[in-house]
């Protein structure tokens, strides 16, 4: 089993800047990759931002120029840099990580989600 627990958010003013982390533990024998999505009341979880193994990065439109995705990979540990946030992105944030428990067990594993509150 995989435990993933995110941790930061809150409230901030449009403009502002927070950060999240994702911290993930348990029997992983591989991690494949750690994701950032995101939903908001009302509309479907959206992905925001990927990093995988290997070091490759992907985010959604809307937040390319403003978030930044990091992993530290001997901490199991992802990261989302948000700045110059909007009201839009008001959301829970949810991290996702894609596992091998084992040579041949693979899964997404989700964490709780963190609230992310953007006024202004």
């Known amino acids: 089993q995989v435990h993933v627990v995110e941790s930061g958010g809150g409230l901030a003013q449009a403009g502002g800047s927070l950060s999240l982390s994702c911290a993930a533990s348990?029997?992983?024998?591989?991690?494949?990759?750690m994701s950032w999505y995101r939903q908001a009341p009302g509309s479907q979880r959206e992905l925001v931002a990927t990093?995988?193994?290997?070091?490759?990065?992907t985010y959604e439109d809307s937040v390319k120029g403003r978030f930044t995705i990091s992993k530290d990979n001997g901490a199991n540990t992802a990261y989302l840099s948000m700045n110059s946030l909007k009201p839009e992105d008001t959301a829970v944030y949810y991290c996702?990580?894609?596992?091998?428990?084992?040579?041949?067990?693979?899964?997404?594993?989700w964490g709780q989600g963190t609230q992310v509150t953007v006024s202004g």
């Open positions: 990093v995988n193994a290997g070091g490759g990065i």
């Open positions: 996702s990580v894609r596992a091998y428990t084992s040579y041949v067990s693979f899964d997404e594993y």
């Open positions: 348990g029997m992983i024998f591989r991690i494949i990759s």
